[in-house]
């Protein structure tokens, strides 16, 4: 499935390139002002910071809400207290865009990630183009060349790479890219099994001085406290904003 997600996401670049040549973009990429720092916006605190997710639909759960506003969803969290916006812009299975990325980030003033199935340059060139601050970059769908170029090529245009694992040789390959975000996602993406317990057995792996993002499976306050007691700085959390009060339930999330 994450073969299959990757390939799409790439043809899909392929095909907005035929409009969009890579010249046209990378120079709408160093016409943005700069990003925002996110590693210092999610350095570790005393308190647990929240990365809230606009998610309409996902391959494992389908439909999850129906989201006409992105950028007023992204307002939403930002008063309740979110630390940065991720930006799902894929289209045929979460129902993203590159669209509601740019309009998320004419509306927050917090760091906004662009989460999605990267692996070329146009794709990067795109994200900072549309505001991104921040590439998710997912460790299991690249080989270590590609995953090196990409997470240079982020770093030189001023954002912030997110470096996504699921294991503990996964976590080796990031610490190796010098990698300073670093997500473990409790989703297998390929099974689409969930582990909570997976962070907490990864968590004396992280790299020294890396922020230590927990990802996916956060549907209650308790889930957020088991991964901040096991060393999470951030989480990341879509379903349960999207499905739920994303007031009452960043406010719960965030008291953790
Ligand atoms: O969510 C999915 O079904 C999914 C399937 C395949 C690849 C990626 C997928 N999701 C992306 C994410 O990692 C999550 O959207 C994110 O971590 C938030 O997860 P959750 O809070 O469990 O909605």
Redesign the pocket.
Known sequence: ??SE?TANAVADAETRRADRPLAEVEAAALARPAAIDALAVLAPAERVKVIA?I?RS????GALASIDDAAALARTYEIGGASAI?V?TEGR?FGGSLADLESVRAAVSLPVLR?DFIATPYQVFEARAAGADLVLLIVAALDDATLGELHGLITQLGMTPLVETHSADELERAAQLGARLIGV?A?D?TT?E?DRDLFGRLADRFPEGAIRVA????LSAADVAHYRAAGADAV?????LVTGDPIANLSAFLAV
Do not use: H, T
């Open positions: 499935m994450l997600l997710e998610k996902s391959p494992s759960r991720s799902l299975k989460k996602n989703r993406l689409f969930l990802e996916s499976a956060v990341l959390v879509g379903e349960a």
